[in-house]
């Protein structure tokens, strides 16, 4: 049961954590630097937290897919809508800024664009400093700008330092038709999934274990998928 709370080794090296490191410390000072020049530094600070927390993830787990640029950007756009509504209605108390985080995350997985500062975000932007709060919907142009400025240095400082970003759709595989049968792969367990992530010396936000279990869930899929496209060619 202990072993359960035990961190999991990382397999980056020092390289990988002080890249990540520095594109979050440069990101983050650009984008709020950015928008304190244009709304000032009162309300630049006010977005300091989520800022950093999403900064954490464009530079540290970039091919996470709450990583995305959709996902930055559909988020922070969701949540300050949600909140600038929620505060206007219900006021800026505690309950109003936890009702606002709770819908932004509802709106957020519908629209797929999950990423988790922004419900940080919600709740920073009811609860808002008097200079955030002076600026009524003008606020949302605040935090898209910083936003938008976090993406930028994502972009540039992730591919400046050979980390593909954004991370492409995956595509399927092509089907290759042949006449010999098909070879029968070893079955791969969470120790392989492990020492692949350790060759690759790369932030994944995922543990080998819930890998394993995701590639016999489609390992599953395909081989139900493969006997219904026998049957049906029989049948025909």
């Given at each position: 049961?202990?072993?359960?709370?035990?961190p999991?080794?990382i397999?980056?090296?020092?390289?990988?954590?002080?890249r990540a490191?520095v594109g979050?410390?440069?990101?983050?000072l650009l984008?709020v630097?950015?928008?304190?020049?244009?709304?000032g530094?009162d309300?630049?600070l006010?977005?300091?937290g989520p800022?950093?927390?999403?900064?954490?993830l464009?530079?540290?787990?970039?091919?996470g897919?709450?990583?995305?640029?959709?996902s930055i950007?559909g988020?922070?756009?969701?949540?300050?809508?949600?909140?600038?509504?929620?505060?206007?209605?219900?006021?800026?108390t505690?309950?109003?800024?936890?009702?606002?985080?709770?819908?932004?995350?509802?709106l957020?997985?519908?629209?797929r664009?999950?990423?988790?500062?922004?419900?940080g975000l919600?709740?920073?932007?009811?609860?808002?400093d008097?200079?955030?709060?002076?600026?009524?919907?003008?606020e949302?142009?605040?935090?898209?700008l910083?936003?938008?400025?976090?993406?930028?240095c994502?972009?540039?400082y992730?591919?400046a330092?050979?980390?593909r970003?954004?991370k492409?759709a995956g595509?399927?595989?092509?089907?290759v038709?042949?006449?010999?049968?098909?070879?029968?792969?070893p079955?791969?367990?969470?120790?392989d999934?492990?020492?692949?992530?350790a060759?690759m010396?790369?932030?994944?936000d995922i543990?080998p274990n819930e890998?394993?279990?995701?590639v016999?869930?489609?390992?599953?899929?395909?081989?139900?998928?493969?006997?219904?496209?026998?049957?049906?060619?029989?049948?025909a």
């Amino acid at each position: 049961m202990f072993a359960r709370w035990l961190p999991a080794a990382i397999n980056t090296r020092p390289a990988e954590w002080s890249r990540a490191a520095v594109g979050m410390a440069l990101g983050t000072l650009l984008s709020v630097w950015l928008c304190a020049q244009v709304f000032g530094m009162d309300v630049a600070l006010h977005l300091l937290g989520p800022l950093g927390a999403s900064a954490v993830l464009l530079f540290a787990v970039s091919s996470g897919a709450l990583a995305q640029p959709w996902s930055i950007i559909g988020s922070y756009l969701c949540a300050t809508v949600v909140a600038l509504l929620v505060a206007r209605v219900l006021g800026r108390t505690l309950g109003s800024a936890c009702l606002a985080a709770g819908m932004t995350v509802i709106l957020i997985c519908w629209l797929r664009c999950l990423h988790p500062p922004a419900g940080g975000l919600a709740m920073t932007l009811v609860l808002a400093d008097p200079a955030s709060a002076s600026l009524g919907w003008h606020e949302l142009f605040a935090v898209m700008l910083g936003a938008g400025a976090l993406l930028t240095c994502a972009l540039a400082y992730n591919n400046a330092t050979r980390t593909r970003y954004p991370k492409a759709a995956g595509l399927p595989p092509e089907v290759v038709m042949g006449t010999q049968p098909p070879m029968t792969d070893p079955a791969i367990t969470a120790a392989d999934l492990k020492l692949a992530l350790a060759e690759m010396e790369r932030f994944y936000d995922i543990a080998p274990n819930e890998l394993e279990q995701l590639v016999h869930a489609a390992e599953g899929h395909a081989r139900r998928r493969s006997i219904g496209e026998v049957l049906a060619r029989r049948v025909a």
